[in-house]
């Protein structure tokens, strides 16, 4: 998607601070952490959100909550880490690239805002 700011980043095209890539995902650090640990993980195949994935891409996803759960148990997060897709403006997503948001490094509440 040539508008997409999360296609811009993976391709390089602006900075963003890679953290760990594959050949399915990239995930990076958030320009506004809302936590100590604050790691955005995305698909390089462009989706508005989990409303736009399609069963053929269930491998996919079920990717990116592994790369979460790598991350986390690397960043030493396992005392709690928070794991989040923000779907529709309605739940507070602002790019609409899918990714999933890991948190990590401090308590945090239920519910959520
Ligand atoms: P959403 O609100 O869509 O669930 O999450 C979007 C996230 O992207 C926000 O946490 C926001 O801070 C982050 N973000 C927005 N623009 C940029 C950017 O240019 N670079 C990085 N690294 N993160 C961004
Ligand atoms: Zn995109």
Redesign the pocket.
Known sequence: MNDC??CK?GAKK????IVYEDDRVFA???????APT?I?ISPWKHFSSLTDAAQEDAALLGHILLVAASLARERNLLEGYRT???NGAG??????HL?L?LLGGRTFRWPPG
């Not at 990076?28 to 809302?34: G, L, M, R, S, V």
């Not at 739940?91 to 609409?96: M, P, T």
């Open positions: 700011l999360f980043i602006i900075p963003g601070k990076f650090e958030d320009i506004n952490p809302q604050h955005l989040v897709f923000n739940a507070g997503q602002s790019v609409f990714h948001h």
